[in-house]
């Protein structure tokens, strides 16, 4: 029996605020207070999608700096260090930064070298002096502070639930103290090789940086930013109650502050159905007939395919909070999430085989895995569901975080593809995995948060037909 839907009224286990901006900012203030002032080691920072991570680190860093202390900002990937430059450079245009990179050819974004007050170096002593410099984990691993400088006093580390604690013991010499900013509901860590027999340990490698920082100073502050000003009214419930149950969030949006239109009419088609419905309501199953399938579901694929071709051929248009017309609903503003390389690859097959006009630049299309969809933001999205057509339900595919990466990328509407029969899938594949001591449970499971996105997507089904 597949598990029972859950009430998701707006804002539903979410206690009543009188303003989401001003909630926002007390959570804001208390957080730099304690970056600033408090005399711990670490600050940690829990953020839900769209909440303003990025807008919070770029802040920190403008404080932190104009009180004189030097830092250091910390992220995953050379992407993330590129917008946080890119941020940090827009917002206080007169702030030396510094943008520490590899040696590889082009390792940063070209826009870079457009901003007079960023200066881009291979070598950290070039950076010297500056007040803020940005880089990668695995850049700064192979750095020492500067000569005569023991540590610098303070460091951001940006999606720090994405990180992997040996990568934090790698950096933790370089800094005093640090805020650690992340989304504990999106992806874990990835490692390319097996990590079961350090699993409990306190010094298991594989574990986030924050989970394994915590364990061991449990008194470190801990805050949350309440809102999330990407996820709408008709998103935002669904996405806290099904995985982020301990710390609830709002939407900084109401009910009839966006809306999605479409200036071509409806043709009766079940694509057309499902991109009305979440049009409407914020969300669509596009439900096609249960079956067993390879992974690359033809089938599915070419459903998804006609989804955003129609999503860009009826002229879509936009309206929220943040203009006070409307907007085109471009082909760079709608995104299609995967599970697999190889299903996001056909999808773009697909999508290119269907000879839309030269003027929609149905190529700027984001077509990619959750894995890189991570941290991203669009009006529309199209979600190949996991477990569609699957004949098991594995780890992989039961992860949590994957499903809230997917669920949770959209300003106004999200449509899902999937093959019927996903609820029996479930219910004829428990949780397998062995327990292990020591290892905290992630709750939700996946399983449960599989079970509380369908029950809330039945309402918004559209029967697949050719």
Known sequence: MSAPPRPYGPHAGVPELPDPGEAASRATEAILHDTLHSTSRGVVVDSPPGAGKSTLVVRAARELAAAGRPLIVIAQTNAQVDDLTLRLASADPELPVGRLHSSETRP?????????????????????????????????????????????????????????????????????RALFVGDPGQLDPFSQVGAEQWAGLTHDPSASAVTTLLSHNPELPQHRLPVSWRLPASAAPLVSEAFYPYTPFRSGSGHGDRSLNFEVPADGSAVDGVIDEA???????????????????????????????????????????????????????????????????????????????????????????????????????????????????????????????????????????????????????????PVQLGVTVKFPDGWEANHSVLAHLAAHTVPWRT
């Not at 994405?162 to 790698?170: E, G, K, V």
């Not at 390389?341 to 077509?367: F, I, K, N, W």
């Open 108 to 176: 940063y974004d070209p826009a870079l070298d457009a901003l007079p007050s960023v200066v881009a170096s291979a070598k950290a002593a070039d950076l010297a002096g500056l007040p803020v410099v940005l880089s990668t984990a695995a850049k700064w691993a192979w750095v020492k502070p500067p000569e005569g400088q023991q540590r610098w006093p303070h460091a951001i580390v940006d999606e720090a639930y994405q990180m992997r604690s040996d990568a934090l013991l790698t950096v933790a010499g370089l800094f005093e």
């Open 279 to 433: 049009a409407g309501s914020g969300w669509g199953l596009l439900e096609l007939p249960a079956r067993l399938t390879p992974r690359t579901d033809p089938e599915a694929v070419a459903a998804v395919a006609r989804v955003v071709g129609r999503l860009l051929t009826r002229g879509g248009a936009t309206t929220d909070e943040r203009s006070p017309g409307a907007s085109p609903l471009t082909a760079a503003r709608v995104a299609v999430g995967t599970a697999h390389r190889d299903q996001a690859a056909a999808v773009r097959s697909a999508l290119a085989g269907l000879g839309l006009p030269e003027e929609l630049h149905a190529a700027d299309v984001t077509v990619d895995t959750a894995n890189r969809l991570q941290g991203r933001e669009f009006d529309v999205t199209v979600v190949l569901h996991p477990l569609s057509g699957r004949p098991d339900a594995t780890a992989f595919h039961l992860e949590t975080g994957r499903l809230c990466v997917l669920a949770s990328r959209h300003r106004h509407a999200c449509v899902v593809v999937c093959r019927a029969g996903v609820g029996e899938l479930l219910d004829e594949h428990p949780e397998t995995e």
